[in-house]
């Protein structure tokens, strides 16, 4: 955790900003001797942490952008029927990242290339410092197609895929 002294420095720049909302160049410097105080204490955070969860956030932030939604529908109080659609919203991306994890079990010879692209693009992602969630957007046809892969063999008596290459001798 940050010290009592990291916070009081925060909050009086974060006042000193919203005094005037501009960013000035003393108050960018002293932003920026906070953040290289903080890295120095904490690495790990800031070089491993930190980027696995701005990842988990833009796979498994809610795709609700487009819909009618308050700008702060996380706010449960004050938001609940928008919450709760929001946190199914966000279920359902996990429920589809699971799936496809399971396909990829179910359906090893089917992963390479998707499986490589998901991994490459998320690895790339965790290096960006500002990141947005439609970054992920992407890799969702190949989410699904690995998904899809999970429930076929679940579905499928026997377990496993069949698939027809040619037509069966004397059809036509």
């Not at 501009?22 to 002293?30: F, N, Q, S, V, Y």
Request: with cysteine.
């Amino acid at each position: 955790m940050d010290n009592a002294a990291q916070h009081q420095e925060t909050h009086s720049l974060l006042q000193d900003y919203n005094a005037i909302t501009t960013l000035t160049p003393e108050i960018d410097a002293r932003f920026d001797q906070l953040a290289r105080e903080r890295i120095r204490a904490r690495p790990l955070r800031y070089y491993l942490t930190l980027p696995l969860l701005r990842l988990a956030d833009m796979w498994l932030r809610p795709r609700v952008e487009t819909m009618n939604l308050h700008l702060r529908w996380w706010q449960y109080a004050q938001h609940p029927a928008e919450t709760r659609l929001a946190l199914f919203y966000g279920a359902l991306n996990l429920a589809y990242l699971v799936a496809a994890f399971l396909g990829v079990l179910r359906w090893p010879r089917m992963v390479g290339a998707m499986g490589a692209l998901i991994v490459l693009r998320s690895l790339l992602l965790a290096t960006l410092e500002a990141p947005e969630p439609r970054y992920t957007l992407e890799c969702f046809p190949l989410v699904i197609v690995l998904a899809a892969c999970y429930f076929t063999t679940w579905l499928v008596p026997g377990g496993g895929l069949i698939w027809k290459t040619s037509a069966p001798s004397g059809v036509l």
